[in-house]
């Protein structure tokens, strides 16, 4: 797995520090990491971005991409239409990765917002992107209420394209879980048909990049290159 393209099942799920707590994971392995975050939306021209925050968390090794940058916080398509800037085209992302691929040992593709948004007119999505590259991809999910029925459709829609989902991760594990957190910790994996990669600690974006590099790998399975194990989470937080 050279590229892995990490999407979500809506926006503000924690899919930047996903993205990054990998990239943490990947380095600590020895690994060379890359970060391309094809459309940033909702942020000026010299403000970071998230590709700029997953290197501020994992650390200055990793390479950090970002294709266009739109100033509203809009869907890709429709932040480009008002700006009047270029839309990008799943062409456009699959070239940038597959350069990136040649002097990484591993390019993650972050999303923005869900599966579906639409980078351009044509209605092209992140799913045609990871389809060109032959990436897999990884589902970032909230851990509370609601959260069974966005992730049910989304790996229906990867089905629904023949697109390999890896698994999933809850992008903000919160410190007193309620009763219905702790029960999508073994529901997830059942209504998705996708296996549970990671739970990363809310307000883990705060932690001190060092301490976030050193903690990283324990919130990540090994397919994520960590130590995470579903098992003993879900026996620490029974439902």
Partial sequence: MSVLVVSGTGTEIGKTVVTSAIAAAAVAAGLSVAVLKPAQTGVGPDEPGDAAE???????????VELARYPEPLAPDTAARRSGLPTLSPADIAQAAERLSR??????VEGAGGLLVRFDEEGHTLADAARLIGAPVLV??????????????TAEALRARDLTGLGLVVGSWPASPDLASR?????????SDLPLLGAIPHGA?????PAFRTAAPSWLAAPLHGTWSPQSFLTTWPA
């Fill in 205 to 209: 974006g705060s932690t001190p990049p």
């Fill in 183 to 191: 029960c999508n910790l073994a529901d997830l994996p059942k209504v």
């Fill in 140 to 153: 970032v999910a909230p851990a509370g209420l609601g959260t069974l029925n966005s992730a049910a459709l």
């Fill in 103 to 108: 002097d990484h040992d591993l390019v993650l």
């Fill in 54 to 64: 997953a290197v501020r968390l994992a650390g200055p090794t990793v390479t950090a």
